[in-house]
């Protein structure tokens, strides 16, 4: 069983998607993460983020560098937009996330492009969405809560370039699968985001078994 959880920035599909894994016991992996420590370990290399060449050598790091806390800094998700539009950073990256999702007993993984690019076979797919509002609101409020200052009317502005940068690259670009359900978080608290989503694998799954 793959379940794929696709969404612009800061949506909430991280959430949703840890909370999936452990209802149906599968493993998770966010994908993103794996772009953001491309970007950390350019970054920490001295590495020139336009150069393609130097984000395809940073695709080599350690696997302790996902547990990193700097990979949540707001930079860092900034920067690994930029690198994930190189062909030979996501070619790298490719294999390591199919892998993932075709272990045994099947995985969660979200991302921008799991839907329609790592795993469209996936038995059950999400697309979560929320307003750039709401979206620069959670961030900040994540940010003050992490003792970070943040600007909602920046945040905003940066999400929605963002969107335009990851839906507009050539490749891969972040789009809704065609059999993807849609989920829009804008107005809903986390757990009834959580419980929509269930209901949504539910439906797509059509009763397989909870591990």
Not at 145 to 164: F, P, T
Request: aromatic fraction near 4%.
């Amino acid at each position: 069983m793959i379940i794929a959880v696709d969404e612009p920035a800061a949506s909430g599909k991280g959430t949703i998607a840890r909370a999936l894994a452990a209802h149906y016991g599968i493993p998770h992996l966010d994908t993103g993460g794996l772009y953001r420590a491309v970007a950390l370990s350019l970054r920490r290399a001295g590495g020139d983020p336009d150069n393609e060449g130097d984000a395809l050598a940073a695709t080599g790091f350690p696997d302790g560098l996902l547990a990193d806390p700097e990979l949540r800094a707001e930079e860092t998700g900034v920067l690994a937009s930029r690198l994930s539009a190189y062909p030979a950073v996501r070619a790298a990256l490719l294999k390591r996330q199919r892998d993932f999702a075709h272990q045994q007993g099947g995985a969660v993984l979200d991302g921008r492009d799991i839907g329609t690019v790592i795993a469209p076979e996936a038995d059950a797919k999400l697309y979560v969405i929320a307003s750039p509002r709401v979206r620069a609101e959670r961030r900040a409020t994540e940010m003050t809560g992490q003792g970070q200052k943040a600007d909602i009317d920046v945040m905003e502005s940066e999400i929605a370039a963002r969107d335009a940068r990851d839906m507009g690259r050539d490749n891969a670009p972040l789009a809704q699968a065609d059999d993807a359900d849609l989920l829009d978080t804008s107005e809903l608290t986390i757990d009834a985001a959580i419980q929509r989503a269930i209901a949504l694998v539910d439906a797509r799954l059509e009763g397989y078994p909870k591990g």
